[in-house]
């Protein structure tokens, strides 16, 4: 089988959740990389160092500048002609174009596989991850998105590709890219490929209090910030900090939940941490169900107390 | 202009779905079902766009058994004016659904379509895309805030850095993200209202969509359960096991 992956990179270099993408793609056969962009050469670069990636396909057009699926979708659907599978990573990005590819060939998507259980066989969550369904394709291609959490990341250095030229229909005319208002977090690792992550809930108040309690401790241990629904809802943090089914799914070595009681949603997007630690003052709270190591206590005298002992 | 809105009936939000003993699926008999929630937030944005000056009918549509009737009745009284049943015992695929759609789109004109970024039943999030894609229209996907301007509409999405704005000639495809607003509450005097208020029924027959499906599901599993671990006494002792993983 020949696979087509969808590298997600911002024009300068190959974002992590491509790389698992790599991996679920080695499991079905021989992986090519697509890197659709605009001046991304050292993109295709570092995409054809990626372990098990055999050759890339640079598209560069001002087109794919800003991967407008409209523009996006038709040039991979048109490269789908010698391909058996089309993968991208379940992010925002590859949720927005992926299934625009699969109509495009009249195929229907599987969405976010946490397994490969054969050529046309795999695993996915459903109803937030309450349970596992087992889908099987029946479409003579195959369209799907990659739970990054899900699978281990292909090595960015080992591989030897050859990159080659490709090209599509270019600029459909029916959207522009207007802004970007990305968020600038310092230092701090990215939420969905840090090593630990320090959350916190509604129980944090407001954005000032959040900030105090969090941030120092987060920083204390070089972790990424994330933050459960209700808290986001209220404004406490920007959105791209949400952890959960809708949010983001994240998979740290170490998931520190602070004021977070743990609804269903909340727990679908981070119990595949390897480690959870809970802070709550209600004992009760669902979030100690699924914690490794839970401590019941007010979180405004625990986390500074927490913080400080760690110095 | 109108404005089309795909609607879904799924288990509700705050029911916790129990997977079935045979491996077949997750039990629905006896189970609440309300309205999926992201499709609630496309009503209520249609709504929003007709009460501003810049629609004139929003047409609710489900694809679904019978009493998806009590999903689009919920669509009415919140101030849909119009709905269609696409009737059918069949589980519909996402690709299925946006072949309907796009049937429906043919015949209404729309010049908005705002639908759901997902439903919280498959957690597929396909619908909106497809149905782009076969329309050949542009997409604003997991919208955060809607402006139409004239023959235009100006999409904020949420994405995984933080937000990002297109732009797309209308007619355009909208899919919902959370925060794009609160719905709102039908009133009662509403819900009376809503029940005059014409609902069409259909088949997928007449628009001529096949619905047979392209995946067949095996099995559906509980997801592996993680056990509890230990409570701690105090600060001291969370301290000593977070020095223990080695990170600190």
Excluded: W
């Amino acid at each position: 089988m020949n696979t087509l992956v969808l590298v997600e990179h911002d024009n300068s270099s190959v974002n992590d959740a491509t790389l698992a993408v790599v991996t679920a793609a080695g499991k079905l056969g021989e992986v090519h990389a697509l890197v659709a962009g605009h001046n991304c050469g050292s993109v295709a670069e570092s995409a054809a160092k990626i372990a098990g990636v055999a050759k890339v396909l640079k598209a560069d057009d001002a087109a794919y500048g800003d991967f407008l699926a409209e523009n996006v979708a038709p040039l991979a659907a048109g490269l789908m002609e010698s391909y058996d599978a089309f993968l991208a990573p379940a992010t925002t990005s590859g949720k927005n174009i992926a299934p625009r590819v699969a109509a495009h060939l009249d195929v229907m998507q599987i969405s976010d596989i946490l397994s490969v259980e054969g050529g046309k066989t795999f695993t996915r969550p459903i109803y937030a991850g309450n349970a596992i369904a087992t889908v099987e394709s029946s479409d003579p291609k195959l369209v799907i998105t990659v739970r990054g959490t899900a699978f281990d990341k292909a090595a960015t250095e080992g591989g030897s590709a050859t990159i080659e030229d490709a090209s599509g229909p270019g600029d459909a005319g029916l959207s522009s890219f207007v802004s970007r208002e990305v968020a600038d977090g310092g230092d701090r690792p990215e939420l969905a490929s840090a090593k630990i992550i320090v959350s916190g809930g509604r129980a944090l108040k407001d954005s000032e209090t959040f900030a105090q309690v969090i941030n120092p401790l987060a920083d204390k241990l070089g972790a990424a910030i994330g933050a459960s629904r209700a808290a986001v809802d209220a404004g406490y943090v920007p959105n791209d900090y949400q952890v959960g089914q809708t949010g983001k799914i994240v998979a740290p070595d170490v998931y520190i939940a602070i004021g977070i009681s743990g609804a269903i949603q909340h727990l679908a997007g981070m119990k595949d941490s390897k480690v959870i630690i809970a802070i709550n003052k209600d004992e009760d709270a669902p979030i100690f169900q699924v914690a490794d190591i839970g401590l019941v206590a007010d979180l405004y005298n625990a986390v500074p107390e927490l913080t400080g002992a760690l110095g | 202009m109108k404005i089309l809105v795909p609607v879904k009936r799924v288990i509700d939000y705050n029911v916790k779905p129990r997977v079935k003993a045979d491996g077949t699926g997750v039990d629905l008999a006896n189970v609440k079902m309300s309205m999926n929630p992201f499709d609630e937030i496309a009503v209520e944005e249609a709504i929003r766009i007709k009460e501003a000056g810049k629609a004139e009918e929003i047409i609710a549509v489900s694809v679904g058994p019978a009493k998806a009737q009590e999903t689009l009745r919920t669509a009415l009284a919140m101030g849909a004016d119009r709905a269609i049943l696409v009737e059918t015992d069949e589980e519909v695929e996402p690709l299925a659904v946006a072949k309907i759609l796009k049937a429906i789109a043919d015949e209404e004109q729309p010049g908005l379509i705002v639908l759901g970024k997902q439903s919280i039943s498959d957690d597929s999030n396909q619908t909106g895309q497809m149905l782009a894609a076969l329309m050949g229209r542009p997409q604003g996907t997991f919208a955060n805030t809607v402006e139409v301007d004239g023959d235009s509409v100006a999409v904020k999405r949420e994405i995984d850095g933080g937000l990002e704005t297109v732009k797309l000639s209308l007619p355009a495809i909208v899919t919902t993200d959370l925060r794009l607003n609160e719905p709102r509450y039908a009133s009662l005097p509403n819900i009376m209202k809503a029940k005059k208020k014409p609902l069409d029924a259909k088949s997928p027959a007449d628009y001529g969509v096949d619905i047979a499906p392209r995946l067949t599901t095996t099995n559906v599993a509980e997801p592996p359960v993680r056990q509890a671990g230990e409570k701690v006494e105090d600060v001291a002792a969370l301290v000593e096991k977070i020095k223990a993983l080695g990170i600190a």
